[in-house]
């Protein structure tokens, strides 16, 4: 069964505070891994997508860097507006168009 | 820039009656998808539909649940009869050229739909 898996669950940093949040995958054969920023009670907005070992997408203060088992959401010098669940998914195995989501990691960067 | 939009945002409906959610995706998208997000828990696909036709569904999408695209630009979720454990956010979905591709899906704002 693909498995999507972030951590940490949550992560409180303080503005200016740069770390990582992590996301692991089990599916075969990646098509492509995507991350989304959700904020409450809004729908996941799409901030990259990564297709293959290596490569890396940056956008503002977001980096994103996949492996061929993990990805990882790099920021640098947050800001409070940088608060929300970031969320990674990947397309199932096979033909599937179904995205298989992680639980997310909320950030909360305080002032 | 172009966004998939939904309605109602928030839907209140007694267990047993039926609901459609609507949704217009980006207009030149042709990929067209329905997932829920119970809350606190994990965003779940529901079904993908191309080419007005299903493509894919999950176990959840049960023979209570159908999709439309009545026309060009609406795309519906119909529950039949609701029940209890169907509240949760209802995420509409457009892509370009679909998960093959490598396309992103992109996302409207949802429904909430609270069943009473």
């Known amino acids: 069964e693909d498995q999507v898996t972030q951590s940490p669950e949550a992560l409180r940093l303080q503005e200016g505070e740069s770390s990582s949040l992590n996301c692991s995958y089990t599916?075969?054969?990646?098509?492509?891994l995507f991350w989304y920023r959700q904020d409450p009670g809004k729908g996941p907005e799409f901030l990259f997508t990564?297709?293959?070992a290596g490569e890396e997408k940056e956008k503002e203060r977001l980096k994103a860097t996949l492996t061929k088992k993990e990805s990882f959401l790099h920021i640098t010098a947050p800001k409070p507006e940088d608060s929300a669940t970031y969320l990674c998914?990947?397309?199932?195995?096979?033909?599937?168009?179904?995205?298989?989501f992680g639980k997310g990691t909320k950030l909360t960067v305080n002032p | 820039e172009p966004e998939v939009t939904q309605t109602p945002s928030h839907q209140v409906t007694q267990m047993g009656q039926e609901v459609i959610l609507r949704c217009v995706p980006i207009s030149n998208h042709l990929y067209f998808y329905w997932y829920r997000q119970i809350l606190g828990q994990k965003v779940e696909f529901l079904v993908s539909?191309?080419?007005?036709?299903?493509?894919?569904k999950s176990e959840i999408f049960d023979d209570q649940f159908s999709v439309e695209r009545p026309d060009g630009s609406n795309f519906t979720l119909k529950i039949r009869s609701t029940k209890l454990e169907d509240s949760a956010m209802y995420f509409c979905?457009?892509?370009?050229?679909?998960?093959?591709?490598?396309?992103?899906?992109?996302f409207g704002d949802g429904t909430r739909l609270s069943i009473l």
């Open positions: 998914a990947v397309p199932s195995q096979g033909g599937s168009e179904k995205l298989v």
């Open positions: 599916v075969s054969g990646l098509r492509g």
């Open positions: 539909f191309y080419n007005n036709e299903i493509s894919e």
């Open positions: 979905a457009s892509s370009h050229q679909g998960s093959l591709n490598n396309q992103p899906q992109h």
């Open positions: 990564l297709y293959s």
